[in-house]
């Protein structure tokens, strides 16, 4: 599988829900399903790294799984509100270099 940039996920997620005349939901209700699917991704995490073991009748999921639902949703929540991610991830990455710049230990990087 080819490396995506986010404007291509961006478009391509577009072009998914272009084909539906529902089209995307509203951003109340997109906040719902995203609440939803993060509660599913912490349900897995739990139950791999925590100390909920899954029932013998639960379904297999993986973390991957839940990781690519959420960032379906993000994709959705941003393509329906006009919102370019990779420009919200500079902005944001920004702020980190900036205000916490001295937040953290720096690893001691040898030449």
């Known amino acids: ?12 997620v577009d072009r998914y829900i272009s084909q539906f005349k529902e089209g995307y939901f509203s951003p109340l ?10 509660g599913e991704l912490a349900r897995e995490v739990n139950h791999q790294f925590g100390e909920k073991p899954k029932k013998a009748d639960e379904a ?4 991957e799984m839940e990781l ?3 960032l379906f949703i993000v994709i959705c929540f941003a393509n329906s509100l006009g919102i ?3 420009e919200a991830h500079d902005r944001v990455m920004n702020k980190f270099n900036t205000r916490d710049a001295d937040r953290w230990t720096r690893k001691n ?3």
């Open 1 to 12: 599988m080819t490396e995506k940039s986010l404007a291509e996920m961006q478009r391509e």
């Open 29 to 38: 209700s997109m906040l719902a399903r995203m609440t939803e699917e993060v």
């Open 60 to 63: 297999d999921s993986s973390i």
């Open 68 to 70: 690519g639902d959420v």
């Open 84 to 86: 370019d991610l990779a």
């Open 109 to 111: 990087v040898e030449p």
